[in-house]
């Protein structure tokens, strides 16, 4: 069975960093290889929202609000996808999911991992 871990949340202070990553087990690689990965989160009260996706050949695409200040990556050939956030901001506040987008389908996701950022 296949799934995704995160991992690299924290509490961290306005303006500084964390870097999450997301893991990937049991998935074969052709899959992983072809498929899109995403970040999302969700802040108490909130609906849960795309922070980020990238596809299989690279090409990333940012919410308008982290524009500038996350980076998405992803290791295919160790299947490890990766999020840098700089400038960290009290409404960046939230438990972020990775994603697995397969023929469409959010086909795994991760359990999440909690950040706080602190004013």
């Known amino acids: 069975q296949g799934q995704l871990v995160e991992s690299g949340g924290g509490l961290v202070q306005a303006g500084g960093s964390l870097r999450l990553s997301c893991a990937a087990s049991?998935?074969?690689?052709?899959?992983?290889?072809?498929?899109?990965m995403a970040w999302y989160r969700q802040a108490p009260g909130k609906q849960r929202e795309l922070v980020a996706r990238?596809?299989?050949?690279?090409?990333?695409d940012y919410a308008d609000s982290v524009q500038g200040r996350f980076t998405i990556s992803r290791d295919t050939r160790k299947r490890v996808m990766f999020l840098q956030l700089n400038s960290l901001k009290p409404e960046d506040t939230a438990v972020y999911s990775c994603?697995?987008?397969?023929?469409?389908?959010?086909?795994?996701w991760g359990q999440g991992t909690q950040v706080t950022v602190s004013s």
């Open positions: 990238i596809h299989s050949g690279g090409d990333a």
């Open positions: 049991g998935i074969i690689f052709s899959t992983f290889s072809v498929s899109t």
């Open positions: 994603t697995l987008i397969w023929q469409g389908t959010n086909a795994y």
